[in-house]
Structures are given as structure tokens and as C-alpha cells.
């Protein structure tokens, strides 16, 4: 009885943790190109999730037509943000694009509010639920789905940075943008592509997390925005496997946290977060680097 109930709770945190993941990649994507949080990533989450809400309640389309669809809105919001907000600042001071992501963010909760009010609105999976047993471990279909799709976008990340060509002017850039410059590497295009593949992973993650919790609303985002920067700088900003690994322990602390306080579920990712930097200040796998003179 223990183990069964202490599975089911590692399969809500993994469950969880796969969708930080996912919304921690785009962050550490984009900080590990230009160096910038990227604060409206969690309305780019947001704006995948209603897309995806939209194909299914709407227009009555297969989850996997919605989960393409709010990947690709996601997508398409992230290219635009970073070519109207961020690019025009490249040459500014830190504090500027910091700012203006602020902004950005502000302005998209609110063009969210007016447009779809504040009530939160169900977000129904358009297909059969059923549980599975596999010896103690008890998994929704749901659960494996979410897991398989999550894993399937992490592993074909990780091929498409270390093994194409535009993933390697993608680390080329993030070690040094004007050398790489130097080599032929069009540096806007991968900044561009770099914020397209982050935001889809966000706008993939909202609609996961928009039909596992049967809800969207337009503050969505707040939150698990805030718990994928932690897992990101929890693995080490900038470092991609990193991010994964940070969301699945963030999500796993949470959830296995929650079974005996759950009144301070969002208090223990940051305890982990603190707790983790006290020891490693880079993160799990980060690595300190030297400020260029």
C-alpha cells in the first residue's frame, strides 16, 4: 500500500516536472543566446494553452491538431516579442530588455483578461482517460501521454542542438556571438530560431498542463513561469540538459512535499531552489563563467 501510493505520487511529480521542463528550456535557451530572462515567457505559455483550448472547444479538433496548433501559436508569439521588444535593445543596457520583457508580459496578461475575461474555463481532453496498471505503479493514460510527449520534445531538442547544422550555430552563438558572426553564422536568424523552438516548448507545456488540469485561465502562466525559471537556474541557466533535470527534480520535490504540507507546495520549490544554490551557486550543472573584459 506504501509503494503504491508513494509511485503514484513519483508518477504526479515526473508528471508535473516533464511540463517545468519544458517551460524551463525556453528560458535557458534564450539566456543562453542573448543572456536575457525572457519574463513573458510565461504569457507565451499561456497563449499555447488557450490556442490549444480554442482548436478543441471551438473548432472541435483532435488534441494533436490543438497541441500543434498552440505550439505554433506559441511560436509565432515568441518570434514576434523577440523582434518588436527585444532585438531593437541588443545593444542597450542589461537592465533595458529586462524591462522591457516585464512590459511585454504585463501587456500580454492584460490583452488576455480583456479578451477572454478573468474566469478560469475548462479545458476537456477530447479523448478517453483510462488507468493503467503495471505491477504497484498506477499511471493515467493521460500521465503517459504527457510524459511521452514531453520526453519525445526534450530528446528531439537535445538532436536538433547537437546534431544539425543550425544547432551548431546555435552553441556557436551562445559561446560567442561576434566570433561567430565572424564564421558566417547569421546571428539574427538563430536568435529568431532560438526564441521560435523556446516558445513552441512553452506553448506545448500549456496546453499539457491546460488539459491535465482541466483549466485555463489568462493568469495561468504566473506560476509555473515562475517554477520553470527556478528549475532553469535550479539546473544551471544556460545549460540545456540542465533545465530537464531541473524541472523533473522540481516537480518530484513539489508533489512528494505536498503529500505532508501541502500548504506550502509553491514555498518548496524555492526552498529547494535556495537550498541547491547554497551549495552549487551555478546550478546543477552549470558552469561559472568569466565576464569577458
Do not use: W
Not at 537592465?95 to 480583456?114: K, R
Not at 506545448?204 to 528549475?231: E, I, R
Request: net charge positive.
Amino acid at each position: 500500500m506504501f509503494f503504491s501510493q508513494f509511485f503514484a505520487q513519483v508518477i504526479n511529480g515526473l508528471t508535473l516536472g516533464s511540463t517545468y521542463a519544458l517551460i524551463a528550456l525556453g528560458y535557458t535557451m534564450v539566456y543562453g543566446i542573448l543572456e536575457l530572462i525572457n519574463f513573458a515567457h510565461s504569457e507565451i505559455y499561456m497563449t499555447g494553452a488557450f490556442v490549444g483550448l480554442m482548436m478543441v472547444t471551438v473548432y472541435k479538433l483532435p488534441f494533436a491538431i490543438a497541441l500543434l496548433a498552440g505550439m505554433a501559436g506559441s511560436c509565432i508569439l515568441g518570434v514576434v516579442i523577440e523582434k518588436v521588444a527585444y532585438k531593437p535593445l541588443r545593444k542597450a543596457n542589461r537592465i533595458a530588455p529586462l524591462i522591457s520583457a516585464i512590459g511585454v508580459s504585463i501587456f500580454l496578461q492584460n490583452a488576455a483578461l480583456l479578451a477572454a475575461g478573468p474566469q478560469a474555463r475548462a479545458f476537456p481532453a477530447n479523448f478517453k482517460i483510462t488507468g493503467l496498471n503495471f505491477g504497484i505503479i498506477q499511471i493515467s493514460s493521460l500521465q503517459l501521454l504527457i510524459l511521452i510527449i514531453s520526453v519525445f520534445l526534450m530528446v528531439g531538442l537535445h538532436f536538433l542542438i547537437q546534431k544539425t547544422k543550425i544547432g551548431q550555430a546555435m552553441r556557436a552563438t551562445a559561446q560567442d556571438k561576434e566570433t561567430a558572426q565572424l564564421m558566417g553564422i547569421k546571428i539574427d536568424r538563430v536568435i529568431s530560431f532560438t526564441f521560435a523552438i523556446g516558445s513552441a516548448l512553452g506553448g506545448a507545456a500549456g496546453v499539457l498542463v491546460g488539459v491535465y488540469f482541466n483549466s485555463a485561465d489568462p493568469m495561468m502562466g504566473f506560476f509555473p513561469g515562475l517554477k520553470g525559471f527556478v528549475a532553469a537556474v535550479l539546473g544551471g541557466i544556460g545549460n540545456i540538459p540542465g533545465a530537464m533535470v531541473g524541472g523533473l527534480i522540481l516537480g518530484l520535490a513539489e508533489v512528494l512535499g505536498a503529500v505532508y504540507m501541502s500548504q506550502y507546495k509553491d514555498a518548496i520549490a524555492f526552498a529547494v531552489l535556495i537550498l541547491i544554490l547554497l551549495f552549487k551557486p551555478t546550478g546543477l550543472m552549470g558552469r561559472r563563467v568569466q565576464e569577458k573584459v
